[in-house]
Each structure stands twice: as structure tokens, then as C-alpha cells.
């Protein structure tokens, strides 16, 4: 498992090694999210990256014994794809080309964690006045939808990009060198663990979620980007992890496939989740003010700097999840808030400043 100690890669160690069936050597210098995991005869942490060229012998012999080569190595913040765009590019594209390679020369199957944003914009996205009344302009279907990303001088597109590149590069191997493999394209997976809270366990800017959550527990406004017009469809990491550990159980019905993994019915506009986010944190907190916690629109511009350009909205098709996985998501976005704003209201509120109010 390689970024084995990301928040996705935490929450897969949980169910697989708690599930006891499954030997785990994970790579990534980072640990602090997989304390718990450290002692347990099952898992073996390589603290580095696996792209390091010391560690390269050690990584093929576990290729060679794996069942299965789980990648969810990636820098995919958005803040970082138009600021740091060549790393970008080479975390997620040439750091993972010698992965595929691996995978390929021993035959390995190669579980790749790719994202929604392969996608790009949706076609209803670029239509004056929009196209959202016909859903064969906006669904995303895994082996249909074109994929449209922005001009380059939009780096927000080298991540989109990148991760583009590297399906194409596996889907070829597939076809010249028989390389198994699955590609999951996550459409917003929240939890606990998620990124982190800038200034106090990281620095930076993160996703949404864990911006929301920071200006909670700052008593700053909530910011919203072009006033919160995109769309997210919002799923539990719980029921994500449940799709990742089915592909690994039914090799003949995941390999040579590509999943959507998300949850139609968690739809919302980013305005909403403000929304959603301050209510859920008033009842967490028991503090009435937070319905009211400022929400402020601010520009792409100003948010993310020059080159920032949004997905306008991300609804997933899930028929092949469903039909070959038996796969269908149910938690709502409220009980996922609930827990997952739980969790860093716990680890965080000490110290905090009073609901900012109006
Ligand atoms: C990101 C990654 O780029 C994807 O690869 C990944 O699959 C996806 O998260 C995910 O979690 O699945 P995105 O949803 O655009 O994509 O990332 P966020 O940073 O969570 O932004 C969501 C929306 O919120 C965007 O419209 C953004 O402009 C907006 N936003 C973000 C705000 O309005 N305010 C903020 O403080 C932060």
C-alpha cells in the first residue's frame, strides 16, 4: 500500500488489518495518522516514499509477493495544483510511472486511487445558461464521459491532468503487457483524518472540509470561492473503504475495470455545505450562535491565486459499482458531518475562541 499513512490509506489499514485476513506493507515517511497500527505483526511501515531509489529493491520484492499494489500516493490539495504545479506533475504522474512498471513486468494487479477529477469540467458546465435538465451533459459514466479539462495556462489542470496521464498509462500496459489492474475515481470521501487544520497539524491551505472546520474553530468566516456555486456529491470514507475492500475481494468481477466511487444522494453546492457545516457544529458544540457563523464569498482569485478554475459538478454514475461490487452507498450527509466534525471538534476545540456570531 503505497501512501499508506494518508487519510484514505488510515482508514483502509483499519478495516484490513482489523479484519484479520490481510499482511500489509505500506509505504509512506508520514505516520502520524497510523499510530495505532505500528506495533501490529500484520503491517509493515517502510517510512519513506516509495518513489525513494533506496528503497527500490525492497519495493519490487514486495510487488513480486503482493496480491494486490494499492496506490493512493498523491499531493491532491487543490490549493497546491496552480502554486506548486511541477510537483504536482511529478508526485502524480512520474513518481507513480515506475509503480505501473513494477506492476507490469511481474504482473501484479495495480489498484489505482485516481480521482473524479479526471473528469474536468462537465459539458453542461461550459453551455451559456446550462445544459443541468439533461443528465447525459453533466453524469459521470466511467467508460462514456469525455474527459475536459481547462487550458494549461489554468494549472489547476496539471493534477487533473497528471492522474489522466497515469490511467492512460495503465490502461496501455493492460493492453501491450496484460497488466490487471482497477481504477478508482473517489468523488469526495469525507471522514476523520481528513487533511488537517492549518496552523495547528498542518500548514497551508487544504480542502474544504477542513477549511470550513478551521474557521469554525477560529471564530473566522467560513469563505466561500465565486460565492459556492459548484457541486459536490459528498461520501463516508466507512462506505468507501467498503468499495475498496469489495474490488480487492472479487478480482475476476474489479480487474480491467474502472469505479466511480461517491454518493449520488449527498449532493449539495458548496453554500449549502457552509450551511450544513455551521448548523451540525451548533448542535455538536450546543452553542445556538454557530447557525449564524459568517459565511463570506471571496474570488478564486484571491482564494487560490492566479490559474485556479473549478469542476462546476461532480454526480457519479454508480450502476457498475452497484452491479459488480454490490456496492451502493446509504449514509447521509448529515450523520457524515456529524461524525466527522465530531471528531475534529475533539481534537481541536481546547483553547478555541467563543462562536464568532453575527
Ligand atoms: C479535491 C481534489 O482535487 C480531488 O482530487 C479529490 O478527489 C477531491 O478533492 C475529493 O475530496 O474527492 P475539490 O472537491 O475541488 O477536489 O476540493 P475542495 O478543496 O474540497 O473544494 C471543493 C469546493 O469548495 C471548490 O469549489 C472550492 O473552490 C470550494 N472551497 C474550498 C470554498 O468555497 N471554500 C474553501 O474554504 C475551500
Not at 29 to 57: C, M, S, V, W, Y
Not at 140 to 149: A, F, H, K, N, S
Request: glycine share 8%; aromatic share 8%.
Amino acid at each position: 500500500m503505497l501512501g499508506c499513512g494518508g487519510f484514505i490509506g488510515s482508514h483502509l489499514l483499519d478495516r484490513m488489518l482489523g479484519d484479520g485476513r490481510f499482511r500489509v506493507d505500506g509505504w509512506d515517511p508520514e505516520d502520524g495518522k497510523i499510530q495505532a497500527h505500528l506495533g501490529n505483526p500484520r503491517f509493515r511501515l517502510h517510512r519513506r516514499p516509495a518513489n525513494a531509489p533506496e528503497t527500490r529493491a525492497e519495493l519490487e520484492q514486495a510487488v513480486r509477493s503482493a496480491d494486490a499494489v494499492i496506490n493512493l500516493a498523491a499531493i491532491c490539495n487543490p490549493s497546491e495544483y496552480n502554486t506548486r504545479p511541477l510537483s504536482v506533475i511529478h508526485a502524480n504522474l512520474f513518481d507513480v510511472y515506475p509503480v505501473i512498471l513494477l506492476c507490469a513486468e511481474h504482473g501484479r494487479w495495480l489498484v489505482n486511487l485516481s480521482t473524479s477529477e479526471v473528469y474536468g469540467r462537465t459539458i453542461a458546465g461550459y453551455l451559456p445558461g446550462g445544459g443541468y435538465d439533461d443528465p447525459d451533459l453533466y453524469e459521470l459514466r466511467e467508460d462514456e464521459t469525455p474527459l475536459v479539462l481547462g487550458p494549461v495556462r489554468n494549472q489547476r489542470w496539471t493534477y487533473a491532468c497528471a492522474k489522466q496521464m497515469v490511467e492512460r498509462l495503465i490502461y496501455a500496459h493492460h493492453m501491450e503487457d496484460g497488466l490487471p489492474f482497477t481504477i478508482i475515481r473517489p468523488l469526495n470521501f469525507f471522514g476523520p483524518r481528513m487533511d488537517y487544520i492549518p496552523s495547528r497539524d498542518g500548514d497551508g491551505v487544504p480542502r474544504v472540509l477542513a477549511c470550513f472546520m478551521a474557521a469554525l474553530l477560529a471564530g473566522e468566516p467560513m469563505r466561500l470561492v465565486d460565492g459556492g456555486r459548484a457541486r459536490r456529491t459528498i461520501v463516508s470514507i466507512h462506505e468507501a473503504v467498503d468499495a475498496i475492500c469489495r474490488i480487492l475481494e472479487r478480482p475476476q468481477a474489479a480487474q480491467g475495470e474502472i469505479f466511480n466511487i461517491g454518493n449520488r444522494d449527498n449532493e449539495v453546492t458548496i453554500a449549502e455545505l457552509a450551511d450544513r457545516m455551521r448548523k451540525t457544529y451548533a448542535r455538536i458544540t450546543g452553542d445556538a450562535r454557530y447557525n449564524d457563523h459568517p459565511i463570506v464569498e471571496t474570488s478564486a482569485e484571491d482564494f487560490y491565486g492566479a490559474g485556479y478554475e473549478d469542476c462546476d459538478r461532480r454526480m457519479p454514475d454508480l450502476t457498475k459499482a452497484e452491479r459488480l461490487l454490490g456496492w451502493s452507498p446509504k449514509v447521509p450527509l448529515d450523520d457524515i458531518l456529524l461524525e466527522t466534525m465530531t471528531h475534529f471538534h475533539e481534537a481541536h476545540a481546547a483553547g478555541r475562541p467563543a462562536a464568532a456570531g453575527p
